[in-house]
C-alpha cells in the first residue's frame, strides 16, 4: 500500500504481529531489499518496510533548492505515524542517516533507533585524526560526481565499489545495476543531504533511546570510523559483523537479523523488568 502523504505518496507494506520494526533501505533501493532479514528474523516481529523518496512508489520531495535531509526524515514519520504502535526504528547506509535524522528531530515516537553503516560522513569532518577518513569519503564523492556530470553510464559504480570494494558493481546482476543506473541522480541528492546534515556530538547527545550501531567489518576504514564515533556519541551498543562489508543486509541477513532481535528484544526484557 501507499500512504498518500500531502507531500506525495510513501511505500508502506507489513508483515508479520509483534514487536514492530520500520525498516528504513538505503540508496538506490526499495524495501524489497529487506527480504532477506525478515526472512532470517522468522515470526514474532511486525515488519514494515518503505522505500525513500524517489525510489519505489515514494515520491521525491526535495528540490533543487532544498535538500535538506529533513525532507528525507518527514518521509519516514509518515510511516511512523502510519505503524501506530512503539517503533523500533532500523536504517541501512543512508536510511541509517535518515533514521538518525528522525531520532533528532523527535516529530514521532521510538521505542529504539538501529543504524547499520549510515554515511555519517560529518563527523569526521573538521576534526584532524580524522582528516584521512574524510578524505576518503570526499575522493569518492568527488570522483562520483563528476563521472555524472559528464554522463558517463555507470557513474555509480564510484560509490559501489568504494563501499562493497573493487568489482561489486560489475558483479551484480544486470537488473540490480540497471535500476542503480536509473537512480544515480537521486542518489547524487542523497549524499548532498547527507552532506548538509550538521551532524555533531552536541546534536546527538539529544537522542537518548537505546541505540545500536553495527558496521561491516571488511567495510571501507571510513566508514566503519565514523559508525564508531556514532555509537560513541549515542551512547550505543555497538558491533560489527566479521566477514561483512556494507551491503550486510543482502550477504549477512542472518548476522543483521540476530542482531536487531537482540537488541529488540533487550529492550522488552528491560522494560518488563522495570514494571
Given at each position: ?5 500531502p ?5 508502506f507494506?507489513?508483515?508479520?504481529y ?5 525498516l528504513?533501505p ?5 524495501g524489497a531489499?529487506?527480504k532477506p532479514v525478515i526472512?532470517?528474523l ?8 518503505t522505500?525513500l ?5 515514494t515520491a521525491?520531495?526535495r528540490?533543487?533548492?532544498?535538500l535538506s ?19 523500533h ?7 541509517g ?15 529504539s533507533?538501529t543504524v ?7 563527523l569526521l ?9 574524510y578524505?576518503?569519503?570526499?575522493a ?8 555524472f ?6 557513474a555509480?559504480?564510484h ?11 560489475s558483479?551484480w ?17 542523497d ?18 533511546m537505546?541505540?545500536l ?8 576504514p ?6 564508531a564515533?556514532?555509537?560513541?556519541a549515542?551512547?550505543a ?10 551491503f ?12 536487531l532481535?537482540s537488541?529488540?528484544t ?10
Amino acid at each position: 500500500m501507499k500512504i498518500q502523504d500531502p507531500r506525495g505518496a510513501v511505500d508502506f507494506d507489513e508483515q508479520g504481529y509483534g514487536p514492530t520494526l520500520v525498516l528504513v533501505p538505503g540508496s538506490c533501493s526499495t524495501g524489497a531489499a529487506w527480504k532477506p532479514v525478515i526472512s532470517a528474523l522468522g515470526n514474532g516481529f511486525r515488519c514494515i518496510t518503505t522505500s525513500l523518496p524517489g525510489y519505489g512508489g515514494t515520491a521525491e520531495r526535495r528540490s533543487l533548492t532544498d535538500l535538506s535531509i529533513a525532507r528525507v526524515a518527514e518521509a519516514v514519520e509518515a510511516v511512523v505515524h502510519q505503524a501506530a504502535s512503539p517503533v523500533h526504528l532500523v536504517g541501512h547506509s543512508f536510511g541509517g542517516l535518515v533514521a538518525t535524522a528522525v531520532a533528532v528531530r523527535r516529530a514521532v515516537p521510538l521505542a529504539s533507533l538501529t543504524v547499520l553503516e549510515a554515511p555519517a560522513v560529518m563527523l569526521l569532518e573538521g576534526r584532524a585524526q580524522e582528516a584521512d577518513h574524510y578524505g576518503a569519503f570526499r575522493a569518492m564523492t568527488d570522483a562520483y560526481f563528476a563521472a555524472f556530470a559528464a554522463e558517463a553510464p555507470e557513474a555509480v559504480a564510484h560509490m559501489i565499489d568504494f563501499y562493497g570494494g573493487p568489482g561489486t558493481y560489475s558483479a551484480w546482476p544486470e537488473r540490480v545495476r540497471a535500476y542503480v543506473r536509473e537512480t544515480t541522480a537521486v542518489n547524487i541528492r542523497d549524499w548532498r543531504s547527507a552532506y548538509g546534515f550538521p551532524l555533531n556530538a552536541e546534536i546527538l547527545s539529544t537522542i537518548t533511546m537505546p541505540s545500536l550501531v553495527v558496521w561491516g567489518g571488511n567495510s571501507h576504514p571510513a566508514a566503519a570510523r565514523a559508525n564508531a564515533l556514532l555509537a560513541r556519541a549515542l551512547n550505543a551498543r555497538s558491533q560489527s559483523i566479521a566477514g561483512a562489508a556494507h551491503f550486510m543486509i543482502a550477504t549477512h541477513a542472518d548476522q543483521v537479523a540476530a542482531r536487531l532481535a537482540s537488541h529488540v528484544t533487550s529492550i522488552g526484557d528491560r522494560q518488563r523488568l522495570a514494571r
